[in-house]
């Protein structure tokens, strides 16, 4: 029974951070992490900032920190590829001027 309940908590810890991940920042920074970080931990509760999304923190100029490695916006990545991609057909269709 407790190996199960220990399952279960180890499971509820990853869906948390797979669906419903937060991110931390300092307003004194450029930088946002995920909770857990050492850096994330060290900041001031007057000086702390959250988000919902790692897009929300790449939107509010914020880069992933190097440590924890958060997640950069698959939405961004998608959204960059797309644009070489147009861009790149553009100059195929123009005769690769």
Same mark, same amino acid.
């Given at each position: 029974?407790? !190996?199960?309940? #220990?399952?279960?908590?180890?499971l509820l810890?990853?869906?948390?951070?797979a669906?419903? %991940?937060e991110?931390? #920042? &300092?307003k004194? *920074?450029?930088?946002y992490? @995920? /909770? &857990?970080?050492? @850096?994330?931990?060290?900041?001031s /509760?007057k000086?702390?900032? !959250?988000?919902g &999304? *790692?897009?929300?923190?790449l939107? %509010?100029g914020y880069?992933? $920190?190097k440590i $924890?490695?958060p /997640?950069? *916006? *698959?939405?961004?990545?998608d959204?960059e590829?797309r644009?070489?991609?147009? #861009?790149t057909t553009?100059?195929?269709?123009?005769?690769?001027?």
């Amino acid at each position: 029974m407790k !190996k199960l309940l #220990a399952i279960g908590i180890i499971l509820l810890f990853f869906a948390t951070f797979a669906f419903g %991940a937060e991110f931390w #920042a &300092s307003k004194n *920074s450029n930088k946002y992490h @995920y /909770p &857990s970080c050492q @850096y994330a931990q060290k900041i001031s /509760p007057k000086n702390l900032i !959250k988000f919902g &999304s *790692s897009e929300q923190a790449l939107k %509010a100029g914020y880069q992933p $920190c190097k440590i $924890c490695k958060p /997640p950069i *916006s *698959s939405k961004v990545e998608d959204n960059e590829t797309r644009h070489i991609h147009v #861009a790149t057909t553009q100059m195929e269709h123009r005769g690769g001027q």
